[in-house]
């Protein structure tokens, strides 16, 4: 599992939704213990996220991680986690198109269908946002930002980035947790795209996102998961 985890730290990096050093994935592998990425005594960035630096750490009281120094922001997992006991894998990401789109206070529309199903529901279904552009680096403001969370898989932070979770077995709740951050970018960019084109991003009528087949587990993840493992791995 921790090779998997680092796996999907070095995919969030050939995919754009971090840059250098930050960013970090967690997955819950007991009701007590979650697996997240540390910073190792010989950090360099999440493109390079060895299974080294996959540390176990606590759900409740002080983690110890040696040589290795948790994220600042832990409480974004800890609290998540032990808030939905159905969730099994937490990403958080700061993908630049996502933090611009916030920023300029545009709407999260379902500006297309076929072009990417898994996209166009989630802005259908909403996509919370969070006001406060801080480190969640204590687990009041934690707290905070699991209430917008609420039921909903993917967050937005304003100013800052995306939390997203996802349930189930582990290896699974990985790779979705990371292809919903890759969604809610893509749509961050084609939304900043129409902006500049001096277009107004509008949602596709109801009738056509009512048509939208639900591809499957099989094709929205493992087919997906497997194209972008083999794009980080040929770059």
């Known amino acids: 599992m921790r090779k998997s985890v680092a796996l999907a730290c070095r995919v969030l990096a050939a995919t754009g939704l971090v840059e250098h050093v930050l960013g970090h ?16 005594p010989e950090e360099a960035g ?3 996220t060895t ?19 948790v994220p600042n922001e832990l409480p974004i997992h800890t609290e998540v986690l032990r808030r939905h006991p159905e969730a099994t894998a937490v990403v958080h990401a700061h993908p630049p198109a996502v933090v611009t789109m916030a920023l300029a206070g545009l709407p999260w529309l379902p500006l297309f269908g076929a072009y990417d199903i898994p996209a166009a529901r989630l802005a259908a279904d909403g ?16 707290g905070q930002m699991a ?7 993917v967050l937005v932070l304003s100013g800052h980035g995306l939390v997203s979770v996802a349930g189930g077995d582990p ?4 790779a979705q947790a990371v ?15 129409v902006a500049h084109a001096g ?15 639900d591809l499957g587990g099989a094709f929205n993840v493992t087919t997906m998961w497997r194209h972008v493992v083999r794009r980080t791995e040929n770059p």
């Open 25 to 40: 994935i967690s997955v819950r592998t007991s009701p007590d213990e979650l697996l997240v990425r540390c910073r190792g």
């Open 46 to 48: 999440l493109r390079c």
């Open 51 to 69: 299974a080294e630096d996959i540390r176990p750490v606590p759900l409740h009281g002080r983690p110890e991680t040696g040589e290795w120094s």
């Open 127 to 142: 996509i919370p946002v969070w006001p406060r552009s801080v480190l969640v680096n204590d687990h009041d403001l934690a």
């Open 147 to 153: 209430d917008a969370l609420g039921d909903r898989p």
């Open 171 to 174: 290896e699974t709740a990985v």
């Open 179 to 193: 292809l919903q951050a890759i969604a809610v970018d893509t749509l961050a960019r084609h939304t900043l795209a």
């Open 199 to 213: 277009g107004k991003p509008v949602p596709i009528p109801d009738e056509d996102l009512a048509l939208l087949p």
